[in-house]
């Protein structure tokens, strides 16, 4: 096999090419990215930190963390009533609009109101 060797110029404009293309700082985004039809990050950017939403919904639920106490409702499972509710929550159940999940406790559709309680929760 026989083997070619680049002049300088053309192996410095490959590297940099290849540094341009692959290289891409922690926490930085090239605006070019954005002209795509693909999200730069499947999964909702569970891989890169985490969704944005996230940020405000958690800060907010802290903020009112001694309003979330006594029976409490929560949608597919109920991560933020044991993490903000604590010990102040006397019953936690969960709604899901499918049967099927495991820590669903109610199942029904909010948009029906089908099957939940009337006055039945301190917090949702």
Not at 34 to 41: D, V
Not at 84 to 99: I, P, Q, T, Y
Not at 108 to 119: E, H, I, M, T, Y
Request: glycine content about 10%; some cysteine; proline content about 8%.
């Amino acid at each position: 096999m026989k083997s070619y060797v680049l002049p300088p110029a053309a192996l410095s404009w490959v590297r940099w090419l290849r540094w341009r293309i692959f290289s891409r700082p922690p926490g930085q985004v090239r605006f070019g990215d954005l002209r795509r039809p693909r999200p730069l990050a499947p999964g909702f950017g569970m891989t890169r930190g985490g969704p944005i939403d996230r940020y405000y919904i958690e800060g907010f639920l802290a903020r009112h963390a001694a309003d979330i106490r006594g029976r409490t409702l929560e949608v597919e499972d109920n991560t933020y009533t044991l993490r903000f509710g604590g010990s102040r929550v006397s019953h936690s159940d969960v709604l899901h609009v499918k049967a099927g999940n495991p820590l669903a406790t109610i199942v029904a559709d909010l948009a029906r109101g089908d099957n939940l309680p009337s006055d039945a929760f301190d917090c949702l």
